[in-house]
């Protein structure tokens, strides 16, 4: 008798969700269906920002198979390393288990951070890091030797003012991972590094040809690029290689 009175009290619940006016029964049943909705002043008072984006952006999430793809609204935090999206002016986490690749198109990216680490389209793809295979972490480049991935995040950091006030901000970092052979290493973006892990003379000529300074993703691709065709010939390059992969 008892369970019989839950079920019932379930569904009056349910049935007074769906008998409310069209945009508040919508913004019931996210609020029933989620229960990480963000509190919006979590982070009043921090100088700048623990988002990636400096809008929420529309961003295409779906599975291997891409027989499912759900349409978002999305930001990543990198503080909490959550997605964020917006359905109905609410703000929740998103639950980004279930999906391998998640793109953004378009994006603009936080003005906190220097242009150079960005690109207009990104992708989070699942299982690039061998260490952490249910983290979605972002494609930077892949062939068939290389695969370039960051990682953004957004640490909290208090400093003392001249005058003594304590001041707490956000301070964006992005870590470069690059695995060659199988084995992960961090990689930093500078001109001599780059050109010391492709150890590669005709790259390094290429480079110093068309004035690439190698501090910069759209260098890096470029360089990529040229150095996956003088040791592989012909064959085809793809930041997307990974996303694709089954």
Same mark, same amino acid.
């Given at each position: 008798m008892k369970i019989i009175t839950a079920l019932m009290l379930t569904l009056c619940c349910v049935l007074v969700s769906f008998a409310q006016a069209p945009a508040e029964k919508d913004k019931s049943v996210v609020m029933v269906v989620n229960q990480n909705a963000i509190d919006e002043n979590r982070y009043e008072g921090i100088e700048k920002t623990p988002y990636l984006f400096q809008e929420f952006a529309k961003a295409k999430a779906y599975n291997k198979g891409k027989n499912e793809t759900e349409e978002y609204v999305i930001n990543y935090n990198g503080n909490s390393k959550e997605f964020e999206f917006i359905f109905n002016d609410i703000k929740s986490e998103m639950d980004a288990a279930y999906y391998d690749v998640i793109e953004v198109e378009n994006s603009? %990216?936080?003005?906190?951070?220097?242009?150079?680490? !960005?690109?207009?389209?990104v992708t989070f793809v699942k299982g690039i890091d061998p260490s952490d295979p249910r983290r979605l972490d972002m494609l930077v480049y892949s062939d068939e030797t290389i695969v370039i991935f960051k990682k953004f995040s957004a640490k909290k950091f208090k400093r003392t003012m001249s005058?003594?006030?304590?001041?707490?901000?956000?301070? %964006?970092? $992005? #870590?470069?991972?690059?695995?060659?052979?199988?084995?992960?290493?961090? $990689?930093?973006?500078?001109?001599?590094?780059?050109?010391? !892990?492709? #150890?590669?003379?005709e790259v390094e000529k290429f480079a110093k040809k068309n004035k690439l300074k190698l501090d910069s993703e759209s260098?890096?691709?470029?360089?990529?690029?040229?150095?996956?065709?003088?040791?592989?010939? #012909?064959? %085809?390059?793809?930041?997307?290689?990974?996303?694709?992969?089954?």
């Open positions: 603009i %990216p936080s003005k906190h951070y220097k242009d150079k680490y !960005t690109s207009g389209k005058s003594g006030e304590k001041v707490e901000a956000f301070v %964006p970092k $992005f #870590d470069y991972f690059m695995i060659k052979d199988g084995k992960k290493s961090l $990689f930093r973006m500078s001109k001599k590094n780059i050109l010391a !892990t492709l #150890d590669n003379a260098d890096l691709k470029e360089v990529l690029a040229y150095y996956n065709k003088v040791t592989l010939g #012909d064959k %085809p390059s793809s930041d997307a290689v990974a996303a694709n992969k089954n």
